[in-house]
Structures are given as structure tokens and as C-alpha cells.
């Protein structure tokens, strides 16, 4: 079986978006309800997808969530047919070792494939966050959401102020070159250009 720290061939080889996913989610820093609320980007943990006071967690996810009733079974049962274990331990063992143990990584790609889980929460969500923060000044990660915009932004002019800095001292030796030539080359000139010294 392949162990933790080991390269894992299939979520090295599939798309970098859904890779991410994977080791966002094994390594617990994939954007749950209780992982945005503890960097202050959310209100509150519950599950954007469930009824109720539901903690969304990793485990809430792969097992519990409403969202993925279907997608949980077939997770389960994909598990069992590639490490042999009997029916039911899939839904006992620690998440954790769903992510460590490399014969399941093909059932949780599937699983991540057919659904939404380590995506980050929905836009219109982000929209109502956003018009939040701007309306109280904070709340719901409003003041993150803001000074990540501006440093974007700065970012950009930043990068374009010095690309253009450049070009237009590119585009300024190659006219004093061509100049320097021209003075070099015209008739008189002497192949050369000479430096006067006057003094008094």
C-alpha cells in the first residue's frame, strides 16, 4: 500500500485544479465551513449545503453531507473493490486514511470529480460576503476581501510601470544608438566622433 510522502501517480498526473482539491483536503487546508470561519472569511462553520447547525468539515463532507448522499455510496464502495476491506469499514475508518492510503486514491478523485467538495464556496455567496463587508465595514471577511482586491491591483500598475519603464528605456538607447551611428558614418565625420575641449 502507498504510504504518506510517497508520489502518488494519479493525483500527480490528473488536472492541477483537481489535485489541488485532493491535497487541499488531505492536508486539512481545503476551504470547509470550519476552516473559513477560523480565518475569519466566513460568520459561521455550518454546511452551505445542509439544514440546520451542521459543521462542515472533511468528514461531514465525505460522509454526512446531504449534497453527496449518492457520490458517499459509491466512494464507499469503490474503497472496498480496491483494498479488499469487507463491507462497512470504508464508513469507520479515519478520513485521514482515505488520503493516506494510496489504493483509494482513484475512488476520491471520482468523488471529487462528481461533486463540489474543496471547491471553494459558491460566488453568489462571495457576492453577498463582499456587499457585506463594504456595507458594515468588516463583517464576513469584507476587510480581507478589500485589501486583496488593492493589492491586486497595485500588483498589476506595479508590474505595468516597470515593463513600460523598460521598454521606454529600451526603445530610448537603440534612438541615441542609431543617432551615434548616423554621426559616425556622415560625410566629414571622420569615421569617428571626436570630443572637444575648449579652454579659456
Request: charged residues 20%; contains cysteine.
Amino acid at each position: 500500500m502507498g504510504k504518506a510522502g510517497t508520489k502518488r501517480p494519479i493525483p500527480m498526473t490528473c488536472v492541477q485544479s483537481l489535485a489541488a482539491r485532493f491535497y487541499r483536503l488531505k492536508s486539512v487546508h481545503a476551504p470547509t465551513g470550519v476552516y473559513l470561519k477560523r480565518f475569519g472569511h466566513r460568520d459561521d462553520n455550518k454546511c452551505w449545503w445542509c439544514e440546520g447547525n451542521v459543521s462542515q468539515m472533511r468528514e461531514h463532507l465525505l460522509r454526512h453531507c446531504s449534497r453527496c448522499k449518492d457520490q458517499q455510496k459509491s466512494l464507499c464502495k469503490t474503497v472496498g473493490q480496491a483494498t479488499g476491506w469487507k463491507p462497512g469499514r470504508c464508513r469507520h475508518v479515519q478520513i485521514s486514511e482515505l488520503f493516506t492510503i494510496e489504493e483509494c486514491d482513484q475512488a476520491v478523485m471520482d468523488f471529487l470529480v462528481a461533486t463540489e467538495v474543496g471547491k471553494f464556496p459558491p460566488k453568489c455567496s462571495i457576492g453577498m460576503e463582499w456587499a457585506q463587508g463594504l456595507r458594515l465595514g468588516g463583517g464576513a471577511g469584507g476587510n480581507e476581501i478589500i485589501l486583496l482586491s488593492l493589492s491586486f491591483f497595485l500588483s498589476f500598475f506595479l508590474v505595468l510601470f516597470v515593463f513600460l519603464s523598460h521598454f521606454i528605456c529600451q526603445r530610448g538607447q537603440r534612438v541615441a544608438g542609431g543617432e551615434l551611428r548616423h554621426l559616425a558614418g556622415s560625410p566629414g565625420g571622420g569615421g569617428d566622433i571626436r570630443v572637444l575641449s575648449y579652454s579659456n
